[in-house]
């Protein structure tokens, strides 16, 4: 009797203990939880009131046209700033109900690196942090996974890493690959700081949604302590693997392993057995040049100052044995690498291909490059794929001539889009937007109404149709299926585009189903509108 007794008690005993633990995580997910309520509400007003109160002080100072654009400047980056907010809590309410899909496609690890930089480095820069990106062993460049997801990983590791590094730290991101089984391969992203660093006891928690460090450092720098839960997320829903080694005021180091099928594709056209001039002093630049020339069968010929690059291409041009192009490094032992870029123009006339293969931000030295004469940019770190593919446009392609990167303003007059959205503010800034490019915009309040326009619409006359999705009467994907279903052959090659709030990736499997090209996500920004146009109408 008494043995039943002693068990019954400690089986009470087993119960009580974990109705207490879980007593007590439910009150820390609920104190969490109102952290995080109260730190957001902090996070919205902080935006929301730069927004307002610069709306008001540019308001009254219309006429001053210099205080407009800064007011109208601060306004934007803090828009920026709120649409951030808005998406990390809608991501995280995605993961907590389990509907995060990841998208699978075709992507370019040289672009996806190519487009980091681009995102983080004027915060860097602001920061005057030294910000190095490496490369090195990379075995495929053409890959298979979701870019999009993949550079949002990314860009919230680094972009940690700047965020919580002192002014004039140094960061390191290092990009490697190993090969895996069944035709994967192993990204491996290493992001290191000397930065603030976190303790040990912090580590163990800092994939919990809502955390942050309590300190008096971590409370003056903006966040919501959720980018590493959903970075945790995403890459455990990418099968990869995530670790973190940190010490407080000793900086950080984030490991991540993603395994991404490949998926090789057609290389560009070179001229093989070619020789190309590589023009570099240090001697592991010119190396990967060398080395990504060599893979393909181009002969590199390497000098390190700038007068031998010109003494070689007067000599080779006399006995007519030209390379067929120039690769122009980051320094000569002698000259600026523009001033060369000046001379080998002029000595060679204007079709020679000169490549500035540089670390530089192409935007800083982009006039100054193209004025020199340079044909084309490549950045660094260098990928083969960027490389090769410059150079098989210059050399074996239709040569567009002039740099390339360089965007130009397109002029789309005599085109005609339909802009279908409900909501007033929308259609006039959308309209506003589009007029800006010189396209006639009409307009539609609706999917059925859309439907009738473009069917009383001579054929042809639509070049594109911009469809918001949730609408009264009809919605977009609705209307984008009666209009593909019209019996006149335009219904089939018009575009459609659908330009939505919806921004997740099952909305956008929604509107492809529905017969829409494309998916813009609201806010939508003058250049996606562009590219959208350049890529239909140009
Ligand atoms: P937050 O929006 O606060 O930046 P995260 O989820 O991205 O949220 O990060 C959670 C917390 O982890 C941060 O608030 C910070 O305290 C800490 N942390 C993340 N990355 C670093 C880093 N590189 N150095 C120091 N602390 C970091």
């Not at 291409?313 to 007519?320: D, F, G, S």
């Amino acid at each position: 009797m008494e043995v039943k007794d002693n068990s019954r008690v400690a089986e009470l005993e087993k119960e009580n203990e974990s109705l207490r633990r879980a007593l007590e995580a439910a009150e820390e997910a609920n104190q969490a939880k109102s952290r995080f309520l109260s730190n957001m509400s902090h996070d919205i007003r902080t935006p929301m009131n730069a927004i307002m109160g610069m709306t008001s002080i540019g308001l009254s100072h219309i006429d001053e046209k210099a205080r407009v654009q800064d007011c109208l400047d601060k306004i934007r980056t803090a828009s920026a700033h709120l649409m951030s907010l808005v998406n990390d809590v809608l991501d995280m309410s995605r993961i907590d109900s389990g509907r995060m899909t990841l998208n699978e496609e075709r992507f370019s690890l040289a672009d996806l690196v190519h487009d980091l930089a681009v995102i983080v480095r004027p915060q860097a820069v602001l920061k005057k942090h030294s910000l190095r990106f490496e490369i090195e062993d990379i075995l495929e460049e053409s890959l298979v996974g979701d870019p999009l997801r993949l550079r949002q990983i990314l860009v919230n590791i680094i972009g940690n890493a700047v965020k919580y590094t002192p002014d004039g730290g140094h960061i390191r991101v290092h990009f490697s690959q190993r090969p895996a089984a069944g035709g994967l391969v192993l990204l491996d992203f290493v992001c290191e700081d000397d930065g603030i660093g976190m303790s040990q006891a912090f580590l163990d928690r800092i994939f919990v949604p809502f955390e942050r460090v309590r300190s008096a450092a971590v409370n003056h720098i903006e966040g919501t302590g959720l980018g590493m839960a959903i970075v945790k997320n995403l890459v455990d829903s990418m099968c990869g693997k995530i670790h973190v080694e940190s010490r407080e005021g000793a900086g950080s180091r984030f490991t991540v392993s993603l395994p991404l099928p490949v998926s090789p594709g057609e290389p560009a056209p070179v001229p093989e057995g070619a020789p190309v001039l590589v023009a570099e002093s240090q001697d592991a630049r010119a190396e990967q040049m060398m080395h990504c020339l060599r893979e393909r069968g181009l002969r590199p010929v390497r000098l390190t100052a700038g007068l031998e690059a010109v003494t070689y291409l007067t000599e080779a041009q006399y006995e007519e044995r030209m390379p067929c192009a120039m690769l122009l490094g980051q320094e000569l032992s002698d000259m600026p690498i523009l001033d060369v870029a000046a001379h080998v123009r002029q000595l060679t006339g204007r079709e020679f291909p000169i490549l500035l293969v540089s670390e530089e931000d192409w935007a800083q030295i982009e006039y100054r490059a193209v004025r020199a004469g340079v044909s084309a940019f490549v950045p660094c770190p260098l990928f083969a794929s960027r490389l090769l593919g410059e150079l098989s446009r210059l050399t074996c392609g239709q040569s567009e001539g002039g740099a390339g990167n360089g965007s130009r303003e397109e002029d789309y007059s005599g085109r005609r889009v339909l802009l279908v959205e409900d909501n007033e503010l929308n259609l006039e800034i959308a309209s506003e937007l589009l007029g800006m490019t010189g396209v006639q915009v009409d307009t539609a309040e609706n999917g059925q109404e859309a439907v009738a326009r473009f069917s009383a619409a001579p054929e042809n006359y639509y070049d594109l149709i911009f469809m918001d999705i949730q609408m009264p009467v009809m919605d977009g994907c609705e209307a984008a299926r009666r209009i593909r279903a019209l019996d006149r052959p335009d219904a089939k090659s018009v575009w459609i585009v659908a330009m939505t709030a919806n921004a997740f990736v099952e909305d956008m499997r929604a509107s492809k189903e529905a017969g829409m090209n494309e998916h813009v996500s609201k806010p939508v920004d003058l250049e996606r509108l562009q590219d959208v146009l350049r890529r239909r109408l140009a």
